[in-house]
């Protein structure tokens, strides 16, 4: 299982939040730390993280659950082809 990366940069709440989301929780929670962590940063300033976090938790795991036929893509290949964007909104 992939660790959350700089876990300490979120309040306790939202982290504990993230790891119970799962592996798919996990890899976007890093995937914007990693590629746009000013913006994480805002939405935890703004209060807004968890509520933007479990909307692209969902979209993600719907997208997931209705690719059984798309095996042969990663994961990300599926959600880029779906349309749905890979970066935490701006604020």
């Known amino acids: 299982m992939q660790l959350l990366y700089n876990p300490d ?5 939202v982290r504990e939040m993230i790891i119970q989301s799962g592996q798919i929780g996990i890899e976007i929670a890093n ?20 509520e933007v976090f479990q ?9 997931m659950a209705r690719a059984s036929n798309l095996s042969h893509l990663a ?10 964007s890979l970066e935490p909104p701006e604020m």
């Open 9 to 13: 940069i979120y309040p306790d709440q």
């Open 31 to 50: 995937r914007w730390m990693m590629g746009w962590p000013k913006r994480v940063v805002n939405l935890l300033v703004q209060d807004t993280y968890e």
């Open 55 to 63: 909307y692209q938790l969902l979209q993600e795991q719907d997208v």
């Open 75 to 84: 994961p990300l290949e599926i959600m880029v082809m779906s349309g749905l």
